[in-house]
């Protein structure tokens, strides 16, 4: 076979779900040894495409070909026999398992023993597993349980575990969605060292950026039609983001200068301590007037999101005062919080955002069901829910398949977060904090929420916002302070800085 004969090809591929077509006559041949992206909204029909390639899926029409044979698909175990190999965008892995137990779950080696059971070679598995390790630069201690590494270590472990079952075709769905910038860069490392032995690698992403980085072709989806396939070489991130979106979308954030007003929030000597009763915030000062975005810029887990908690009432600081309008708040409630004026759009969406079991219309109506128009002498009212669940969805394009009578547990992450934005802007309140409110949203949906963020700064709302993205804090921040290690390091106005600068103070280069 020639080097340019496709390793996998899919011809004509259809998918149907109740009242969704996923995928719509997809034709698209990969090469063996190239990096290939896939790029599309949420809900574009990426998964679906990869999962049918997988075997866990099986297409309603079209033909799959891979190393020139048509091959038939009805399980992952078929797809593994083809050395198709896929890490999920939800890792698979046995919590409770070591490493080692996780990567050979299912195929272990077996050594021949004295007795009537043979036994499971651990000894051989783990050998095959430092091979590995080292030869693609995956580290990882294979006698740790998963619940005691992080995400990007069990990403590894995903990775070890395909090429553990010699995957030569590597399916990566999202997979720096769940990453640090760091480890974003690690990982495109790796990606390109499996290319360079030989590996084929298929790339689902929402992000240009990366895929200009890596890969060497791109197909577009949307809306489960194929779009075009693309030499990433001879675009441009424009462009693969207009044929993505379906319209022109733009990249730099219309800001008009500033009008400051008064303070709305006030922070004084903030200081938080974990559960181990370490502090996480030291004794942190800051403070936000109406009309400014005020970013806390900084690498997860420095202590950003302690400081939102507190603020929102979630946690109680061990020391340090918060003023919102001029009154203290340190020891209020979470409810009298909101009442006085504060917004919040926490990081975990799943579990302080939103009740999964609710509707989409009664999620956005759920903190104002005790203020009229929605109900009045004990009544609640239903039209008024409706109309304004569809005002919300029309200017924020929530996407669900039932509008406002949707189940929120079955809307797309991304839809669930867009959700949540709308229903907190809406709140009116004087304070917007937001936490990563655009993480994980393709670049249509990030272009709307930061407008909006824009919009009611220019309203006069008083918005902190705390982004691990460091583009999006120099794209819509009036001033930036860097947290590093619990501490709140220079804050400045945004103008005066740059972003390589922000990027020193990030990593403890500077201060
Ligand atoms: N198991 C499923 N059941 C019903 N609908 C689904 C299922 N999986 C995906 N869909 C729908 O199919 C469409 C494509 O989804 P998906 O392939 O996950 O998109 P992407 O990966 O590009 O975000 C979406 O409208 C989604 O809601
Ligand atoms: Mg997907």
Do not use: W
Not at 9 to 25: C, Q, Y
Not at 381 to 402: H, M, P, T, V
Request: charged residues 25%; proline residues 3%; neutral net charge.
């Amino acid at each position: 076979m020639n080097d340019d004969a496709y390793i996998v090809e899919m011809r004509h591929i259809t998918k149907r779900f109740p009242g969704v077509l996923a995928n719509d006559d997809i034709s698209v041949g990969i090469k063996r040894g190239e990096i290939f992206a896939f790029l599309g909204e949420n809900g574009a029909g990426k998964s679906t495409l990869m999962s049918i390639l997988f075997g866990m899926y099986e297409s309603d029409e079209g033909e799959i070909f891979v190393r020139g044979q048509k091959v038939s698909l009805s399980s992952s175990n078929e797809a593994a026999a083809l050395n198709i190999g896929m890490v999920h965008q939800h890792f698979k892995l046995v919590s409770n398992y070591t490493i080692t137990e996780n990567i050979i779950l299912g195929i272990e080696p077996v050594k021949k023993s004295f007795g009537l059971f043979p036994a499971v070679d651990i000894k051989t598995a783990s050998r095959k597993i430092k091979e590995l390790s080292r030869s693609y630069g995956l580290e990882v201690d294979p006698a740790m349980r998963i619940d005691q590494v992080n995400v990007s270590t069990q990403q590894r472990v995903e990775i070890l575990k395909m090429l553990y079952r010699d995957a030569e075709i590597l399916i990566f769905d999202e997979p720096t969605a769940v990453l640090t910038p760091q480890e974003i860069e690690f990982l495109l490392g790796i990606m390109r060292g499996l290319r360079d032995k030989g590996k084929t690698i298929i790339l689902i992403t929402h992000k240009l950026e990366e895929i200009k980085q890596i890969a060497d072709r791109c197909a577009i989806l949307r809306r489960g039609k194929l779009v075009k396939v693309l030499n990433v070489a001879d675009t441009s991130t424009q462009e693969m983001a207009n044929l993505m979106v379906g319209r022109d979308v733009s990249f730099t954030r219309n800001k008009k200068p500033p009008r400051f007003r008064d303070r709305v929030l006030e922070v004084e000597g903030l200081t938080v301590r974990n559960e181990g009763h370490f502090e996480v915030v030291k004794d942190v000062s800051f403070s936000v007037r109406g009309g400014e975005i005020f970013a806390i810029a900084g690498v997860s887990g420095n202590g950003q999101i302690e400081i939102a908690d507190a603020i929102a009432g979630l946690v109680k600081p061990s020391r340090g005062t918060i003023r919102l309008k001029g009154k203290d708040i340190t020891s209020r409630s979470i409810r009298e919080r909101i009442e006085r004026g504060l917004s919040y759009i926490p990081e975990d969406r799943q579990k302080y955002g939103l009740i999964l079991d609710f509707t989409l219309q009664d999620n956005l109506a759920i903190k104002r069901y005790y203020f009229p128009p929605f109900s009045g002498g004990g009544v609640l009212n239903d039209e008024r829910f409706k109309d304004f669940a569809d005002s919300l969805i029309l200017r924020y394009d929530i996407r669900s398949g039932q509008a406002g009578k949707t189940s929120t547990r079955s809307m797309s992450g991304g839809n669930q977060q867009k959700a949540i934005v709308a229903r907190e802007i809406s709140l009116d309140s004087d304070l917007l904090i937001f936490v990563q409110p655009t993480r994980g949203l393709d670049i249509g949906a990030i272009e709307n929420i930061q407008t909006q963020i824009l919009e009611e700064r220019d309203k006069g709302k008083a918005v902190l916002l705390i982004s691990l993205e460091l583009d999006e804090v120099m794209s819509l921040a009036d001033t930036i302070g860097v947290i590093y290690n619990g501490r709140l390091l220079n804050i400045a106005p945004a103008d005066t800085l740059s972003t390589k600068e922000v990027g020193a103070y990030m990593m403890g280069v500077k201060g």
